[in-house]
């Protein structure tokens, strides 16, 4: 398993970024390099960090159903990964930053309200 190297949530943040294309929002940079906790979209201007955030690697309380096997693994990996976005959230927080976290339910079907969400957090400085 440790050999296996994430190749990103590229579904999801292609949903995303179709959203962004399709409410004109613009101003947002992609994986800046360097970037603590790699989000996947900085608004730099406002100091906003965006997170797209898979259902099951981050532990959604409603859509993530642990594997029946090596349930020894699954947990402590989904704790871990939880634990460390509530740390990247503390950081870009502590630093002036708002912090935006998306999950991938939310951009399924109507995703207005995720729009509505953002276009008030890039409006409200």
Do not use: Q
């Not at 360097?34 to 730099?44: E, I, M, Q, V």
């Not at 859509?63 to 349930?71: A, D, L, T, Y």
């Amino acid at each position: 398993m440790a050999a296996i190297r994430s190749k990103g949530n590229f579904t999801t943040e292609a949903k995303f970024l179709a959203l962004l294309r399709e409410h004109k929002i613009t101003g947002w940079r992609r994986h800046k390099k360097g970037a603590f906790g790699s989000p996947d979209f900085l608004f730099t201007k406002e100091k906003l960090v965006v997170f797209v955030d898979g259902c099951f690697w981050h532990g959604c309380a409603k859509h993530c159903v642990m594997p029946k096997s090596k349930i020894e693994y699954w947990e402590p990996k989904i704790a871990r990964n939880r634990f460390r976005d509530g740390a990247v959230t503390k950081h870009y927080r502590k630093k002036g930053w708002r912090v935006m976290r998306i999950w991938e339910h939310a951009l399924k079907g109507n995703s207005n309200n995720v729009a509505r969400r953002l276009k008030i957090l890039l409006e409200y400085l």
